[in-house]
């Protein structure tokens, strides 16, 4: 432990003295914040790859194809992301709780669920994990019609499907909230609802059944670290101040898990429909014409990833924008890491690094202190200060408060006493035009939108070239001659169920959301539900539902089975638990469906469906999340249970200790 310790100190060290031999000692704290955030993308990633490629040549014992372009892709991968973090994290954020906060109190209560349900569309259409979905077109069957049209010729469309259901969604929370009903009611009737229309596409329809696996998979995609968070804080403004209840408005919004029911019911619709409207020979048709295509210049690498990015982030940051300007008026936020990029700070004397291991910062000389300190990210407050004391306007027109203070004449022109000394004549005005704090927050906005969309377009090119081909490999060697050569075998089976749970375990224990899920659920449930019980709990959920979903590839049920068994499940354990609680275990779907994990999965389902034959390879995310909630509701009844008996033991214990002492009274 010493050695480690020793090792990561002297690791620490090193970088240190590098950047400020490269003169950027002034950014230390930028570049150990950037390095924190790039390393546990790196771990997320390399952690779920190295098992996955470890299975594959051990167990399945096959080589990968373009292994160094897959490498290249999972480090392209690793970089957009913690881009694209970043850019949402401060700038889509800030301003989407800016707005949130003020623009309730200047619109109408009609006027703000407009505004909440443009912004549900346009996040989605900025998810991640949405976006992957273009990318995945090239490794579907045109075998599986629905599931192949779907990912190719009409992907915006569905896109747009899926805004419409976050938008479904936040109109009813809105209307739910603000008329005090109760979250379990309505969790009941979507998911009764998405049922009914399962049971009838299942087996009222043709081919249109094949295409159930990838309907729900899409619902599961839309909370993600864009749509949530932007529209929770929009809706908070508006139910904090029309709510009746405010204590319990936002305890039980539950964003995530009912805007991916009602994006299942929207997309349900949508699948119905053009089972009704076109014919399934006409589809057939449509399929293979489409795979018989020839790439246009704008279809390919990196043209694609360009276009779907800006098509992403510059509606929803103009969007934004807009709503600072015109509703707001103005009021920009103080973005989080604007101290960092957008303020030039003095350039400390170069002190070594080894210097603070012998003497802290209080014991140096004060021309020798250094400015900031290892790690010392949260040494300034970055979170949201204001930069009226930075970007000083010295303009017409500038506030008093903000313009230097200028010296006092002791009498106005021309009546100076005599003998006074002549005063100092004004300087005169240079060509520097200093940013007032507005355009300084303005600029930094923009920077780390433009920091989104670079990130997004290497996270598009990654999954392109790392992730997809990464999953459809593996998915297609679990089946061919080797490990899996019959699916229905006993032990090939087993190899297959041990794969895919150690598979969910690792990818929900590698996400970087899970210990922070884990630590908000133990605040939420006051103690009851431990950081540790809720991460191995879902892990172990996540892990029981990829099983489900292999398995169902490998034709051993229809999806609708599962989908009926688990939510009528999910449905008896919300009726015996607290709201709170079933907000939480419906809410942990969304962990499991990280912008890494979910293209991931839905690539080794397409690759293992195109080797069986089967016409769907989608479903896996479904029966991940589904047994994700189940898992951490029945996590919270064996506490409940264990609570019960121990209580039960304490006063078995406390009558049997009464009547020993009355016994020995008498």
């Known amino acids: 432990m010493k050695t480690a310790q020793r090792w990561k100190n002297a690791t620490e060290d090193v970088f240190a003295s590098f950047v400020w031999r490269i003169g950027c000692g002034d950014r230390l704290p930028l570049f150990n914040y950037s390095w924190k955030q790039v390393f546990a993308q790196f771990v997320a990633v390399g952690a779920v790859s190295c098992y996955v490629a470890m299975f594959r040549l051990l167990i399945a014992r096959s080589d990968y194809e373009n292994a160094a372009g897959t490498f290249g892709g999972l480090l392209g991968t690793v970089v957009g992301l913690s881009l694209l973090m970043e850019g949402i994290k401060f700038a889509l954020h800030p301003i989407g709780e800016s707005v949130g906060s003020q623009f309730a109190s200047k619109v109408s209560l009609p006027s703000g669920v407009l505004v909440c349900a443009v912004a549900a569309v346009l996040g989605t259409l900025a998810e991640p994990t949405v976006i992957s979905l273009s990318y995945l077109g090239v490794a579907a069957n045109p075998a599986a019609t629905f599931e192949y049209l779907f990912l190719n010729r009409w992907m915006y469309v569905i896109m747009l499907a899926m805004g419409g259901g976050v938008s479904l969604c936040i109109l ?24 009914v229309l399962t049971v009838v596409i299942q087996w009222g329809t043709g081919r249109a059944r094949f295409a159930l696996g990838f309907v729900w998979d899409s619902g599961m995609l839309v909370a993600g670290p864009v749509t949530v968070p932007l529209v929770a804080a929009l809706s908070n403004g508006l139910i904090a101040k029309h709510a009746r209840e405010r204590s319990s408005a936002a305890d039980g919004f539950a964003v995530s898990a009912l805007s991916s029911l009602h994006t299942v019911f929207v997309m349900q619709l949508v699948t119905l429909l053009v089972s009704l409207v076109a014919s399934d020979e006409s589809l057939e048709a449509s399929a293979v014409s489409i795979a018989a295509e020839k790439l246009t210049w704008y279809e390919v690498a990196p043209v694609k990833q360009l276009i779907a990015s800006l098509r992403a982030i510059v509606p929803l940051a103009l969007f934004l924008a807009m709503l600072v300007e015109l509703v707001v008026k103005g009021s920009w936020p103080a973005l989080s890491m604007l101290d960092i990029v957008g303020q030039q700070r003095p350039v400390p004397p ?58 006092i004449a002791p009498a106005a022109a021309g009546t100076a006493p005599a003998g006074a000394p002549a005063a100092a004549a004004a300087p005169a005005p240079t060509s520097v ?8 927050k303005q600029s930094v906005f923009a920077v780390f939108a433009f920091l989104a969309s670079l990130g997004l377009v290497l996270y598009g090119i990654g999954l392109s070239f790392g992730v997809v081909p990464l999953g459809h490999q593996t998915g297609s060697s679990l089946r061919p001659s080797g490990a899996l050569s019959d699916g229905h075998d006993l032990g090939t089976t087993l190899v297959l169920v041990v794969f895919a749970f150690l598979l969910g375990c690792v990818c929900t224990v590698a996400q970087p959301a899970l210990r922070a899920f884990a630590a908000e659920v133990e605040q939420v449930t006051n103690g009851e539900l431990r950081q540790l019980f809720v991460m191995i709990s879902t892990a172990s959920g996540a ?18 089975y599962f989908l009926i068994t688990g939510y009528l499940l999910a449905a008896v354990l919300s009726h015996f638990l ?36 089967e016409h769907a390879g989608s479903g896996i ?35 049997m200790f009464t009547v020993d002492s009355v016994d020995i009274a008498s």
Request: hydrophobic share 45%; glycine share 6%; net charge positive.
């Open 578 to 613: 607290s709201e709170s609680l079933v907000k939480v275990a419906w809410d942990s779907s969304s962990i499991v469906t990280d912008t890494f994990m979910a293209p991931l999965l839905i690539a080794v389902g397409l690759g293992l469906a195109e080797t069986t034959g």
């Open 172 to 195: 009813l929370g809105l209307w739910r909230v603000l008329r005090g009903y109760s979250l379990k009611p309505f969790i009941f009737a979507a998911a009764a609802a998405n049922l």
């Open 543 to 560: 892990g029981f539902g990829i099983t489900l979903g292999l398995l169902r590839i490998l034709n051993w049920a229809e999806l609708v």
């Open 433 to 440: 035009r200093w940013q007032s704090a507005a355009e300084k």
């Open 621 to 655: 995310l479904t029966l991940c999340s589904m047994s994700t909630v189940c898992s951490v509701m029945l996590a919270g009844v064996v506490l409940k249970a264990v609570k019960r008996f121990a209580s039960y033991r304490a006063s078995q214990r406390r009558v």
């Open 350 to 407: 170069p002190v070594h690094p080894m210097l603070r291991r012998k003497a802290s910062v209080e014991q140096l000389p004060e021309d020798e202190r250094p400015m900031i300190e290892r790690d010392s990210l949260e040494a300034y407050d970055f979170q949201r200060d204001s930069l009226e004391d930075v970007a000083v306007d010295t303009r017409p027109g500038t506030p008093p408060s903000a313009a230097p203070a200028a010296p």
